[in-house]
């Protein structure tokens, strides 16, 4: 599937993290030093240390994304530093609102708690503020309640931070299976609710694949070695498509059903179908089944009309019809184990490029005797 030439919908344009956190870190920066300037508390001391300690807890916005945690324990330590040196108080909420919300988001909610609690009680609440003499109670609890507020509006934007962030990984993850069963152009119209989902396409290249005589083999291993082959050796086959750009319809037990030019039109679809039957035929010979025998595929090609469409609302599925498609299924079921048959069609459309071997006429279900040809490889 090709996900870069059509996505499921238009993302927005979103600005780098870096720049963002770049941002934070400036604005924050300013917010602490306009904190410092402007204390009311008089003959408090404006030394460059305090400046230096208030840009350090900016600066540690930085690395907030990747050790959340650390962040906002050690911008906690430096401000609770801050206070012990005496110098001009500053709203704890101001240098630990991006601390607190991006560890709050990123899960450690018991540890936010603790940190804005211990900044409301213990750093600017009742059992701090009680000590300075002649501080009046009123005072002591407006500050208290004031900094609670403040707190509780940052570690609330931490949870919508949270709770954003699991709906958009949800709807990624739902986005991603999606494309494992539709191909993207088709998941995007389900999307957008297309009642009926279906096309013709004048012209495609339809493979199909089978390992020979598998399910006779498969019935002397147990069903973890069966299961095991099949995967590894279909995964191979799932890459192989993706590098050829194109559209793995369906597996049947060990039949594998890839298909060309559709649901977006190419003129090479033959060609890479061709590619992939080779690759697919080489990659099968570097494999033994589970009792240590080599494995042999048989692999079919028609080129010709299709129908697509999706089908069904519960484990819905895309997938083809027509007459192309049942005759590159029987040059596969009449096929000769280790080779690739092909229609004539199909052997008009590859003879340029690739070396071709006449097989001659083969009986076929329902059409009769037709003549058919073994594709062997590329032109040197």
């Known amino acids: 599937m090709d996900m870069d030439s059509t996505s499921l919908r238009q993302r927005p344009l979103r600005v780098p993290a870096p720049v963002i956190d770049a941002g934070l870190a400036v604005a924050l920066g300013v917010a602490i030093m306009i904190s410092i300037a402007v204390s009311p508390e008089p003959g408090a001391e404006r030394e460059v240390a305090a400046y230096v300690l208030g840009w350090t807890i900016a600066a540690l916005v930085l690395v907030r994304r990747r050790w959340p945690l650390a962040v906002l324990l050690a911008s906690a330590a430096i401000l609770q530093l801050y206070y012990q040196l005496d110098y001009p108080g500053i709203y704890p909420a101001v240098p630990l609102s991006v601390a607190l919300a991006t560890a709050w988001a990123a899960g450690h909610r018991r540890w936010s708690l603790a940190v804005a609690g211990f900044f409301v009680l213990a750093g600017i609440g009742v059992g701090y503020q009680t000590l300075v003499p002649h501080q009046p109670a009123v005072q002591v609890l407006g500050d208290v309640t004031r900094d609670t507020v403040l707190f509780a509006a940052v570690l609330l934007l931490g949870e919508a931070m949270r709770t954003r962030r699991a709906l958009a990984l949800e709807q990624e993850r739902s986005e991603r299976l999606l494309l494992n069963i539709l191909p993207a152009p088709i998941a995007a119209r389900l999307k957008q609710r297309e009642d009926v989902i279906a096309d013709g396409f004048g012209e495609v290249t339809v493979l199909f694949a089978d390992l020979v005589g598998f399910t006779r083999r498969s019935q002397r291993s147990s069903p973890q070695q069966v299961v ?39 003129p090479d679809h033959a060609q890479a179908v061709a590619e992939l039957a080779l690759a697919i035929r080489d990659e099968v010979a570097r494999h033994l089944d589970p009792s240590g025998q080599p494995l042999q595929v048989r692999i079919g090609i028609d080129i ?33 184990p280790g080779c690739i048959q092909v229609t004539e069609r199909t052997y008009r459309r590859l003879r340029d490029g690739y070396r071709l071997q006449r097989r001659g006429l083969v009986a076929v279900k329902g ?11 590329r032109h040197q």
């Open 228 to 266: 095991q082959l099949l995967d590894e050796l279909f995964s191979a086959f799932d890459q192989l498509c993706r590098d050829q750009g194109l559209e793995k319809i369906k597996t049947i037990g060990d039949a594998y059903m890839v298909a060309g030019g559709l649901p977006e039109p190419r």
């Open 304 to 336: 010709g009309p299709v129908v697509a469409g999706v089908i069904g609302t519960d484990k819905f599925s895309y997938d083809l019809w027509g007459d192309t498609v049942n005759t590159a299924s029987r040059m596969e079921s009449l096929g000769v």
């Open 367 to 377: 059409k009769g005797e037709m003549v058919t040809y073994l594709l062997l490889g």
